[in-house]
């Protein structure tokens, strides 16, 4: 019988030489056109398979730091920032005004100082785990951030923090916490599973 052969696939670095905003990459994300999105210290980088562009998110002033991406099901894209959270629609990307320092600014709109990580489970609700656990509402035009109370054990119902957020098959959103792991049951419904240690320790 023959044995397998392993395969040593061409590795390719990228740096800021190469058009990458910066080489501190805080997280990556590919959306349903089959671009990559960079979200590094200074700025976004989008790349198509041969070339980085990166943009500015924001006006001149704003805070350059790009923490995360996320597209959701109608084509938005949220942008989190160190200075907030920013919106985006994909069709309006074609001619972006330019900076003084040379970069695109992106067309997008700032909505909020709330930053954090997002998901948008399968009803189309879109969440996000931040200083706790928002739905965001969209009204008029405006969006806001509902608080989501998971009445945790007087002990762990202070102060706690909401790492990230996924949504199961079943519809149960897991949340990793300060303090534990959080399922929320599609009713409302609340199952804690503490930590023997808080993770800030």
């Known amino acids: 019988s023959s044995q397998p052969l ?10 800021s030489a190469d058009g990458l905003g910066s080489g501190f990459v ?9 671009f990559m999105w960079f979200c590094t210290r200074d700025g976004l980088s ?12 924001g006006d001149e002033a704003a805070a350059p730091g790009v923490e995360s ?10 942008i989190g920032t160190t200075g907030g ?9 074609s001619a972006p005004k330019v900076a003084k320092n040379g970069r ?8 909020s100082q709330i930053r954090g990580s997002m ?16 739905r965001l509402v969209q009204e008029w035009g405006g969006v806001s951030f509902k608080r989501v109370e998971l009445n945790l054990p007087p002990e762990f119902n202070q102060d706690y923090g909401v790492a990230n957020l996924q949504q199961t098959a079943d519809g149960n959103l897991w949340l990793n916490t300060t303090y534990g792991t959080v399922r929320r ?4 419904r609340v199952i804690f599973y503490p930590y023997k240690a808080p993770l800030s320790e």
């Open 85 to 93: 959270l920013y919106r985006f629609d994909s069709s309006e990307l």
């Open 6 to 15: 392993a395969e040593r696939l061409p590795v390719r670095v990228y740096t």
């Open 104 to 111: 695109p600014i992106l067309n997008a709109e700032f909505v």
């Open 46 to 57: 989008r790349f198509d398979g041969a070339q980085f562009v990166t943009y500015q998110i």
């Open 26 to 34: 805080d997280s990556l994300s590919r959306d349903t056109r089959g």
């Open 185 to 188: 049951l599609p009713d409302g």
């Open 69 to 78: 991406i996320y597209e959701t099901s109608n084509g938005t894209y949220w």
């Open 119 to 134: 998901m948008e489970d399968r009803e189309g609700n879109i969440w996000m785990a931040s200083g706790g656990l928002y």
